[in-house]
């Protein structure tokens, strides 16, 4: 029977973001965000959605995985940590910062827009608003910790509080009326820094390993 091989993720590497290909802010992002939301629930007392990483204990399944089964949301409710479509704000001309001069790769910022989904998923709709209430009071009251702590240059202030809808991919056995969801939807902006390397050197390396492979 094959492996799957492991995927290779740089998402929690930011300081070296710049020279790795698989860093992705926005991953990295996420899962502050999904730490931080870990963070609040586990600081309500017990009976009250406590969160703790002991699944057989936790009161609240806080996560950034989906689909979930419509029995662990009958056992407890969910929070699923997603994010929306991205885009560069293009905040300089260009956005290159530097240039090494020995291999000509240039070093580029720019800023990323977008948007942290919390989708507050419960059996009935008045729980699964209470949810969203918690999460949208406690991001508003709490953005300045976030954008001192984390990856962020700003967060919200626009938080928006959807109204009740189907849970939809995010069950994946979800039945009409089984469950409900209710999404809180905050935009986020996240600095990204990244090096493009020179297509002559890039040109190089790929003539080199060429060589190599008709030698053998």
């Known amino acids: 029977m094959s492996r799957t091989p492991p995927v ?25 965000l999904i730490g931080f939301t870990q963070g609040l629930f586990k600081a309500l007392p017990d009976g009250r ?15 950034g995985a989906y689909p979930l089964t419509m029995s662990a949301i009958n056992n407890r409710p969910a929070i699923v940590v997603v994010h929306g479509q991205t885009g560069y704000t293009n905040v300089a001309m260009d956005g290159m910062e530097t240039v090494t001069f020995e291999t000509g790769n240039k070093v580029y910022r720019d800023i990323l ?3 942290a989904v919390f989708n507050c998923v419960a059996r009935t709709g008045p729980e699964a608003s209470a949810l969203a209430w918690f999460m949208a009071s406690n991001i ?22 959807s109204g009740e809808m189907p849970p939809g991919a995010l069950i994946q056995d979800a039945v009409d009326g089984g469950a409900v969801n209710v999404p809180v939807i905050v935009p986020i ?20 390993v060429t060589g190599i492979a008709e030698d053998n």
């Not at 959605?49 to 996560?63: A, G, L, N, Q």
């Open 113 to 115: 827009a977008t948007t």
């Open 189 to 208: 902006f996240v600095p990204h820094k990244w090096e493009v390397r020179n297509p002559a050197h890039q040109l190089d390396d790929i003539q080199l």
């Open 140 to 161: 508003k009251a709490l953005k300045t910790l976030l954008q001192r702590k984390g990856p962020f240059t700003r967060v919200g202030p626009e938080i928006t509080i």
């Open 49 to 63: 959605y406590r969160w703790s990483p002991d699944p057989d204990k936790t009161e609240i399944t806080v996560t």
């Open 8 to 32: 290779r993720h740089g998402g929690f590497a930011p300081e070296r973001r710049e020279y790795d290909p698989l860093y992705d802010p926005i991953y990295h992002a996420t899962r502050v």
